[in-house]
């Protein structure tokens, strides 16, 4: 370590400040950032989703008529995806919960977190200056004047001192510049994360409304057969009265209705559960319920379904965006971590002003100044500053393999709803047909029953086969809307790129992009 201090006159003073600041530009020209240079990934160099050419999903055209949906390669994602299941309610409810829910408000304060955390880092660029201001009232003895024996007079003085207390380490390793690198990208990261609640969000309020009106679905269709149920109990009571019924046919179909009726009451709690579940992503209390209610008839199958390219595919997925700007940081912090391990310089000045009255630090020759450098390193610290770098190396590695994770994840998110949109047409298709079947079936079968021509066992299993029917083909619709807007989700939604992100929301709500289905 080396120290250079004089007091000298202000003149001299103002000569030596000019040179540390020379000194000091000097060497932040000189200056350079160890560590690796992030470069994003590159995009997978994969030309689809699945190992087969795309194909959009397909029906037997011998079967009953079916919505179609066509996959539209290359096209891109509108803002407002939902607005394809052309629903007023829906549209409403998101954006009551785009608005309230505060999983959105905390990622958006996270933010400015993160970002002040930056901007603070920043402020080690510059020269930290602090002032202070000392008055102290003294006393001290005067041996060489006594006004008795033994008894030295004694002066009293008060003294003010005012100081400026100015330091500056010059970032010549950049290290101060990779950690504000880092923490750059731990804002990016968190803007994605903010994305990714928002994407989250809206495609839970899509199926959340999905299953809501799936539930009122299967409860409709069960008090259907409750209905046939009791039709078919009152007409075996009347043919018991007449003699052409046994009781245990009576009984039996009993049985059969209470079977029907027991599943109502878990619907009905399924239906209220996810009306709390609903109200609660718009942000309110389950006391105050949401005006919104859905049933399937209301909710339109988007047709055109857009399916972005693959190499597109991790520039809008905002949990890949987030695990690359996770990389970013981690990367950062490996050039922070080798810094550490090199010499360190801190310049120091302290100019200031000492007087016996607080009016004459104002007057000439009562300046002083002390001008310092030092320069440091670390010998030896039992390998701490060199594990920490392997640490940080290590981080590296562990991020790299989270990105890979995230993009291959995205990959398998949009296959898979792919498959499942290209089955789906198959199966709604078929519960469709089942369910016309056994409702024909069951018809026939009720007027058989009203001449006498059939057994109470064809009768309930008529009667259970179009309850399974009725209830799978409720199930099957539901799905291929769920998967709909899983696909929408998997391709990372529509956020508007173009935004600040102060005003996302009117962004997302007042663009005038369109939203085709």
Same mark, same amino acid.
């Not at 998101?94 to 933010?111: C, D, F, G, K, M």
């Not at 004459?360 to 440091?376: D, H, I, K, M, R």
């Given at each position: 370590?080396?120290?250079?201090?004089?007091?000298?006159?202000?003149?001299?003073? +103002?000569?030596?400040?000019?040179?540390?600041?020379?000194?000091?530009?000097?060497?932040?020209?000189?200056?350079?950032?160890?560590?690796?240079?992030?470069?994003?990934?590159?995009?997978?160099?994969?030309?689809?989703?699945?190992?087969?050419? $795309? #194909?959009?999903?397909?029906?037997?055209?011998?079967?009953?008529?079916?919505?179609?949906?066509?996959?539209?390669?290359?096209? /891109?994602?509108?803002? #407002?995806?939902?607005?394809?299941?052309?629903?007023?309610?829906?549209?409403?409810?998101?954006?009551?919960?785009?608005?309230?829910?505060?999983?959105?408000?905390?990622?958006?304060?996270?933010? *400015?977190?993160?970002?002040?955390?930056?901007?603070?880092?920043?402020?080690?660029?510059?020269?930290?200056?602090?002032?202070?201001?000392?008055?102290?009232?003294?006393?001290?003895?005067?041996?060489?004047? =006594?006004?008795?024996?033994?008894?030295?007079?004694?002066?009293?003085?008060?003294?003010?001192?005012?100081?400026?207390?100015?330091?500056?380490?010059?970032?010549?390793?950049?290290?101060?510049?990779?950690?504000?690198?880092?923490?750059?990208?731990?804002?990016?990261?968190?803007?994605?994360?903010?994305?990714?609640?928002?994407?989250?969000?809206?495609?839970?309020?899509?199926?959340?409304?999905?299953?809501?009106?799936? $539930?009122?679905?299967?409860?409709?269709?069960?008090? %259907?057969? @409750?209905?046939?149920?009791?039709? &078919?109990?009152?007409?075996? *009571?009347?043919?018991?009265?007449?003699?052409?019924?046994?009781?245990?046919?009576?009984?039996?179909?009993?049985?059969?209705?209470?079977?029907?009726?027991? +599943?109502?009451?878990?619907?009905?709690?399924?239906?209220? &559960?996810?009306?709390?579940?609903?109200?609660?992503?718009?942000? =309110?209390?389950?006391?105050?319920?949401? !005006?919104?209610?859905?049933?399937?008839?209301?909710?339109?199958?988007?047709?055109?379904?857009?399916?972005?390219?693959?190499?597109?595919?991790?520039?809008?997925?905002? /949990?890949?965006?987030?695990?690359?700007?996770?990389?970013?940081?981690?990367?950062?912090?490996?050039?922070?971590?080798?810094?550490?391990?090199?010499?360190?310089?801190?310049?120091?000045?302290?100019?200031?002003?000492?007087?016996?009255? !607080?009016?004459?630090?104002?007057?000439?020759?009562?300046?002083?100044?002390?001008?310092?450098?030092?320069?440091?390193?670390?010998?030896? /610290?039992?390998?701490?500053?060199?594990?920490?770098?392997?640490?940080?190396?290590?981080?590296?590695?562990?991020? *790299?393999?989270?990105?890979?994770?995230?993009?291959?994840?995205?990959?398998?998110?949009?296959?898979?709803?792919?498959?499942?949109?290209?089955?789906?047409?198959?199966?709604?298709?078929?519960?469709?047909?089942?369910?016309?079947?056994?409702?024909?079936?069951?018809?026939?079968?009720?007027?058989? !029953?009203?001449?006498? =021509?059939?057994?109470? @066992?064809?009768?309930?299993?008529?009667?259970?086969?179009?309850?399974?029917?009725?209830?799978?083909?409720? =199930?099957?619709?539901?799905? %291929?809307?769920?998967?709909?807007?899983?696909?929408?989700?998997? $391709?990372?939604?529509?956020?508007?790129?173009?935004?600040?992100?102060? /005003?996302? %929301?009117?962004?997302?709500?007042?663009?005038?992009?369109?939203?085709?289905?």
């Amino acid at each position: 370590m080396y120290q250079l201090s004089a007091k000298m006159p202000c003149p001299t003073f +103002t000569a030596a400040l000019r040179v540390l600041a020379i000194s000091t530009g000097a060497l932040m020209l000189g200056a350079c950032a160890v560590g690796p240079n992030f470069t994003s990934p590159p995009a997978p160099a994969v030309a689809g989703y699945t190992p087969e050419p $795309l #194909r959009s999903p397909a029906t037997d055209p011998a079967g009953p008529r079916l919505a179609q949906q066509r996959f539209s390669n290359g096209a /891109d994602i509108p803002t #407002r995806w939902w607005a394809a299941f052309r629903s007023a309610p829906l549209n409403a409810l998101i954006r009551l919960s785009v608005e309230h829910n505060p999983t959105l408000q905390s990622a958006e304060a996270a933010i *400015k977190v993160a970002n002040y955390n930056a901007l603070a880092q920043r402020g080690l660029y510059f020269p930290q200056v602090g002032v202070n201001y000392t008055p102290s009232d003294q006393q001290i003895s005067n041996m060489t004047t =006594q006004a008795g024996p033994g008894d030295p007079s004694q002066q009293r003085y008060t003294l003010h001192t005012a100081q400026l207390n100015i330091s500056f380490v010059p970032d010549i390793w950049g290290e101060n510049f990779r950690t504000v690198e880092s923490l750059d990208a731990i804002t990016e990261q968190a803007r994605f994360q903010l994305e990714a609640a928002y994407l989250t969000l809206t495609a839970n309020v899509v199926t959340a409304a999905i299953q809501e009106a799936s $539930l009122r679905g299967q409860i409709a269709a069960t008090e %259907r057969i @409750v209905k046939i149920e009791r039709d &078919i109990l009152s007409i075996l *009571k009347h043919q018991q009265d007449a003699g052409q019924a046994a009781q245990v046919d009576v009984l039996t179909q009993e049985t059969a209705l209470a079977q029907a009726e027991q +599943t109502l009451p878990p619907l009905q709690k399924q239906l209220a &559960i996810q009306r709390d579940l609903l109200t609660a992503l718009a942000g =309110q209390f389950s006391a105050d319920e949401i !005006l919104q209610k859905f049933d399937l008839a209301r909710l339109t199958l988007p047709a055109n379904l857009p399916v972005s390219l693959p190499s597109t595919l991790v520039a809008q997925r905002p /949990d890949v965006r987030a695990a690359e700007a996770n990389l970013h940081s981690a990367s950062a912090l490996v050039g922070v971590a080798i810094a550490a391990r090199l010499p360190n310089i801190t310049l120091s000045a302290n100019p200031g002003t000492s007087a016996t009255t !607080l009016a004459g630090l104002f007057t000439p020759g009562t300046l002083f100044y002390t001008v310092a450098g030092s320069a440091t390193q670390t010998v030896f /610290d039992g390998f701490t500053l060199y594990h920490k770098q392997k640490s940080a190396e290590a981080a590296l590695d562990q991020a *790299k393999a989270q990105y890979r994770q995230a993009v291959i994840t995205a990959f398998q998110n949009v296959a898979d709803a792919l498959r499942s949109l290209q089955a789906d047409a198959r199966a709604v298709q078929a519960a469709i047909k089942a369910e016309n079947t056994a409702k024909a079936t069951l018809d026939i079968v009720q007027q058989q !029953l009203v001449l006498g =021509q059939i057994n109470q @066992v064809t009768v309930l299993n008529a009667q259970q086969a179009y309850f399974n029917a009725a209830t799978a083909r409720v =199930q099957a619709e539901a799905t %291929r809307l769920s998967d709909t807007a899983a696909l929408f989700m998997a $391709l990372g939604g529509g956020w508007p790129t173009d935004c600040a992100t102060s /005003d996302w %929301r009117s962004c997302v709500f007042e663009s005038r992009v369109a939203s085709k289905s």
